[in-house]
């Protein structure tokens, strides 16, 4: 049972580049974290397989590759402490998907939502309506297969995962008990860890979390900014008229969103009421400033050592990319020995 087994994490990103403050507290941080757990394997991957799902730019992809690993290693990941490699140097992924694909189901599949999301359409859309059928890649409807074949190639008992991937991971766990079902108890089912934080929300509208897909950039901070760019885009968060600071999710979500992001890099780790409390008179831009201060100390040191690490370290991120992919290779590998011959490969 998982409760013998060594714990094994894995988690995966996309490559989008430079990730902002929401995916930092809601993932990256939780990364780094991780690597002061002892007897915890930690497998992490720039999922670049996943990102051609919908369509990408074959050197701005590779491009954002290279600066997604150097922005995950400027938070403070260890590549001698945790895997860190990108998914298709492992094609070990691709081949447990097709074969966890021969015991999926396609119902399941067309019943979750993330591939209406990224098409826009309704979430009453059915796969058997004409105009989806034709707009719909397999690869989209199939992606939940390849993310079950990230977590379980690895054999991870533990995977972070953002409210908004529960969903996957239950499908994942579907996978393996089809898997089982058909050729034995060989593949290990994972569970979630959730991040402890709730999610950051978009500075310009903070009713919406903050997100890459934002067009505006003021919405959002990115993990690199300078303080003086951090500085502007919190000046510039909406708020609003009410005086003094309160924290109010559903009447006040600016103010609150400000006082959560406070709280996060709160050395005395208080929580966004008790912060609320502590400056209810404190003047709004006043305010502002304290919670630019804290975001530029807590993001301290990543942005100087990501622009190092892409300017004068090239060598360096190759020899992380290569080492990276030949130890994923051999985790990887003592799983697809088993399923081969469990599946009479
Ligand atoms: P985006 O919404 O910018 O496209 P992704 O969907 O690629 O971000 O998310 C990558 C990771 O970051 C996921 O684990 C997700 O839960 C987390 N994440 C993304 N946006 C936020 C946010 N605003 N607050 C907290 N966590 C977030
Ligand atoms: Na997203």
């Known amino acids: 049972s998982n409760a013998l087994r060594p714990r094994v994490v894995f988690s995966g990103i996309q490559p989008t580049g430079v990730p902002h403050l929401g995916n930092y507290v809601g993932a990256l941080r939780q990364w780094v974290q991780l690597q002061q757990q002892p007897d915890t394997r930690l497998i992490y991957s720039i999922v670049d397989l996943h990102a051609i799902t919908t369509p990408q730019a074959p050197e701005k992809l590779k ?29 070990a992924h691709s081949e447990l998907m097709w074969i966890l694909a021969c015991t999926a189901s396609v119902g399941y599949l067309s019943r979750m939502t993330q591939w209406k999301q990224k098409l826009n359409l309704s979430p009453t859309s059915r796969l058997e309506d004409r105009p989806v059928g034709s707009r719909l890649k397999l690869g989209l409807l199939s992606y939940p ?69 934002h067009k505006n950039d003021r919405s959002r901070i990115l993990i690199t900014d300078t303080p003086d760019e951090i500085r502007a885009k919190v000046a510039s968060a909406l708020t609003d008229s009410l005086p003094g600071i309160s924290y109010d999710l559903a009447t006040r979500p600016g103010v609150s969103n400000l006082l959560d992001i406070l709280s996060i890099f709160d050395a005395q780790q208080r929580s966004p009421a008790q912060l609320a409390q502590a400056h209810a008179e404190t003047h709004p831009r006043q305010f502002k400033a304290m919670v630019s201060d804290a975001i530029i100390q807590g993001l301290h040191g990543i942005r100087s050592r990501y622009v190092e690490l892409l300017d004068t370290e090239s060598a360096y991120l190759d020899h992380v990319e290569a080492d990276g992919a030949q130890k994923a290779r051999q985790s990887a590998e003592e799983t697809m020995q088993l399923v081969r011959m469990a599946v009479g490969l």
């Open 63 to 91: 491009r954002l590759k290279r600066e997604t690993l150097a922005a995950i290693l400027a938070i403070g990941i260890d590549p001698d402490r945790s895997i860190l490699f990108h998914q298709s140097s492992v094609p």
């Open 145 to 213: 297969v390849l993310q079950a074949a990230d977590v379980l190639v690895h054999r991870a008992t533990h995977v972070p995962v953002g409210h908004d991937q529960q969903q996957h991971l239950e499908f994942a766990r579907e996978c393996a008990t089809n898997f089982n079902h058909a050729y034995g108890p060989h593949l290990v089912h994972p569970e979630t860890i959730t991040p402890p934080v709730h999610r950051i929300m978009s500075l310009t509208d903070p009713t919406s979390k903050m997100s890459k897909s």
